[in-house]
């Protein structure tokens, strides 16, 4: 039982260029989240899902996209990357409970 | 919109002393309130929640915390702290309209030797 899962765990990328983190739980959880982590301000939402083929938009939506094919995967796209981008990203999975079991974090860094 | 509020962002305390880590939240949030432990280089583990029932929650590792109405308080607070408790701590409330969390800003604890 390997929790959740992020890929990669740290990339560099040039002002303009793509990617897509992907995050992957085998906990059968039906809410996913995406936040970022900026020093002084915490986690913000950046997207979430309640379920299989569902997405929604947090506090900073601009200039990411998701996408949850699959029930265990939730995709972060980052179509065009700007220096804002840079942070850690952590993504979380939960079930009725309300608690929320994080990824280890991928630290971004956009040149 | 509600919001959380953690009033130290450092806590420089000696091993074996009490500690008190403050966290506020908006009278508009949920009354589900969380504290979170992020040790260096690593994602975040929950410490311990607050969900209904009796006011006052326990960890396993000796901190707990005191859900306050009246004050809108859910301060973390540990007798005696080790080495080891050197961590950033994040206090968090669920947002039962989206299911996601509210984080404060963190309260970084050092606990020096």
């Known amino acids: 039982n390997a929790g959740v899962t992020q890929t990669p765990k740290f990339r560099v990328l040039k002002t303009g260029q793509s990617m897509t983190l992907l995050c992957a739980q085998d906990m059968n959880h039906e809410y996913m989240y995406w936040y970022r982590q900026d020093p002084g301000m915490g986690l913000r939402l950046i997207h979430y899902?309640?379920?299989?083929?569902?997405?929604a938009k947090g506090e900073v939506p601009d200039g990411y996209n998701v996408s949850r094919l699959k029930k265990q995967n939730f995709l972060l796209g980052l179509e065009s990357a700007a220096p804002s981008q840079t942070s850690v990203y952590f993504c979380?999975?939960?079930?009725?409970?309300?608690?929320?079991?994080f990824g280890p974090g991928t630290r971004l860094l956009v040149l | 919109a509600q919001s959380v509020t953690q009033l130290d962002s450092q806590v420089p305390v000696f091993e074996e002393a009490p500690v008190e880590l403050r966290c506020n939240y908006s009278?508009?949030?949920?009354?589900?309130l969380f504290w979170y432990v992020q040790y260096p280089n690593q994602g975040l583990q929950l410490l311990l929640k607050?969900?209904?029932?009796?006011?006052l929650v326990e960890s396993i590792n000796g901190f707990e915390a005191e859900f306050n109405k009246s004050q809108t308080s859910f301060h973390l607070r540990k007798p005696s702290v080790h080495i080891s408790d050197t961590a950033e701590y994040f206090c968090?409330?669920?947002?039962?309209?989206?299911?996601?969390?509210?984080f404060g800003s963190g309260t970084r604890l050092q606990v020096q030797p």
């Open positions: 607050y969900l209904s029932g009796s006011t």
């Open positions: 979380a999975s939960s079930d009725d409970s309300e608690t929320q079991y």
């Open positions: 009278s508009s949030v949920s009354v589900y």
């Open positions: 968090a409330a669920v947002d039962t309209g989206r299911r996601a969390l509210t």
């Open positions: 899902s309640v379920g299989e083929g569902t997405t």
